[in-house]
């Protein structure tokens, strides 16, 4: 037994440089803005109502895909926020964080030697995915600063082994947030290739300079192909709490609701009741509110990245910033990375991450979902580079 891996699907996986980042941090007693936590406050209504739900006796098992309550209120939101009409009974499944969504959603509808389209820079964990489940990644380049989509490029990369595109926005780690034009001509093209289009849209509301998200489903003829993933951990600050959700044709639903009772039973039960009650008692300024105060948050990091002399890449959505390290010493992200941790105790996250090639060495990515104390913080630790 000494002799073996523990398997071969295990040998392409590598621990996340998010979470080992993290670690690094904690080693070093620093300021952790490399894992996307979210230590803002929990709304009182989110965490009330999980409260009472375990008062209640709510402390077993929901359906597979979750409670009603939970799937009603996504329905109501789908429609008023996102224009997609979602049968709550049929076409919703509640899962384990968007991560477990986009698992499940991976294992029902790819077989092994799919290949698959990301845009880099991509999130490390849709990578991983889609590894585990054996499909093949095949990344598309968009092209800095604004990380703008080459629609040609995304067409040339479509083989007859492609059976869907990856579409993140607001994205992890660029900020960036897709135009209509740019989702128009995915769209375009996984209708001339009958691929399927999997989103993550769960910093759908952190939105800035008056930008607008658009869900993919919502374009004409393309709900029937859209596996919507979206969830509340960033939006309500809660990202122990693992409750996401995907939105598909009543089909692809119903095997990503197979794989989500094999994979994880259930989403946590009263978790789930807490999330309901966020959906249905937040108010519209909410999430205006929250807008304004991540692009506070924002401007306020970026500019002390500027005087430091690490030019971020302005986000236009979500809460994490690219910034150019190449002024920092060493030759790769991990090596400029750790020299940040160790000089001022700031821990961001090295670029390899995010990038299939070299220039990923030259960049960091940062989370901004801090409290304003340790933003501040943050800031003042970053000055002493300058």
């Known amino acids: 037994m000494g002799g073996r891996c523990v398997n071969e699907r295990m040998a392409l996986l590598g621990h996340s440089e998010i979470r080992a980042m993290t670690q690094?941090?904690?080693?070093?007693?620093?300021?952790?803005?490399?894992?996307?936590?979210?230590?803002?406050?929990?709304?009182?209504?989110?965490?009330?109502?999980?409260a009472q739900a375990m008062g209640r006796g709510m402390n077993v098992y929901s359906r597979f895909d979750g409670l009603a309550?939970?799937?009603?209120?996504?329905?109501?939101?789908?429609?008023?926020?996102?224009?997609?009409r979602a049968n709550p009974e049929s076409e919703i499944t509640v899962s384990a964080g968007a991560t477990g969504s986009f698992h499940?959603?991976?294992?029902?509808?790819?077989?092994?030697?799919?290949?698959?389209?990301?845009?880099?820079?991509?999130?490390?964990?849709?990578?991983?995915?889609?590894?585990?489940?054996?499909?093949?990644?095949?990344?598309?380049?968009?092209?800095?600063?604004?990380?703008?989509l080459p629609l040609d490029a995304v067409e040339q990369a479509v083989t007859a082994r492609t059976r869907a595109v990856v579409v993140n926005s607001p994205g992890n780690p660029s900020g960036k947030v897709f135009s209509r034009e740019e989702l128009d001509g995915v769209a375009r093209i996984a209708k001339r290739h009958d691929l399927f289009v999997f989103t993550d849209e769960i910093y759908e509301y952190f939105l800035y300079d008056g930008r607008r998200h658009i869900s993919m489903a919502s374009l004409p003829d393309m709900a029937e192909r859209t596996i919507t993933i979206g969830g509340y951990s960033k939006t309500f600050s809660i990202t122990g709490w693992r409750i996401g959700y995907s939105v598909?044709?009543?089909?692809?639903?119903?095997?990503?609701?197979?794989?989500?009772?094999?994979?994880?039973?259930?989403?946590?039960?009263?978790?789930?009741?807490?999330?309901?009650?966020?959906?249905?008692?937040?108010?519209?300024?909410f999430y205006r509110q929250q807008a304004k105060d991540y692009q506070a948050k924002r401007d306020r990091f970026c500019a002390a990245l500027a005087r430091?002399?690490?030019?971020?890449?302005?986000?236009?959505?979500?809460?994490?910033?690219?910034?150019?390290?190449i002024r920092l010493p060493g030759n790769t992200g991990k090596e400029r990375a750790m020299y940040l941790l160790q000089t001022v105790g700031v821990a961001g996250v090295p670029g390899e991450a995010f990038f299939a090639g070299p220039e990923g060495a030259r960049y960091l990515r940062f989370s901004y979902a801090k409290t304003d104390a340790d933003l501040?913080?943050?800031c003042r630790r970053i000055a002493k580079l300058s």
Not at 112 to 124: A, H, K, M, R, S
Not at 253 to 267: E, S, T
Request: proline residues 9%.
């Open 308 to 325: 430091a002399g690490l030019p971020p890449s302005v986000p236009q959505g979500a809460y994490y910033v690219l910034a150019d390290a």
């Open 24 to 50: 690094a941090c904690v080693m070093a007693k620093g300021l952790n803005m490399a894992q996307g936590v979210c230590d803002t406050a929990v709304p009182p209504v989110v965490l009330e109502a999980a």
């Open 69 to 84: 309550e939970l799937r009603q209120a996504l329905a109501a939101k789908l429609l008023r926020d996102n224009g997609i």
């Open 376 to 378: 501040d913080e943050a």
């Open 104 to 148: 499940a959603a991976c294992l029902a509808l790819l077989t092994p030697g799919d290949e698959v389209i990301l845009f880099e820079p991509y999130y490390q964990y849709h990578i991983s995915a889609l590894l585990a489940v054996e499909a093949k990644p095949v990344v598309v380049k968009m092209r800095h600063p604004d990380w703008t």
């Open 248 to 285: 598909a044709a009543a089909p692809w639903a119903q095997a990503i609701g197979a794989m989500n009772d094999l994979l994880y039973v259930c989403a946590p039960t009263p978790l789930q009741a807490g999330v309901a009650a966020g959906i249905q008692q937040l108010p519209d300024s």
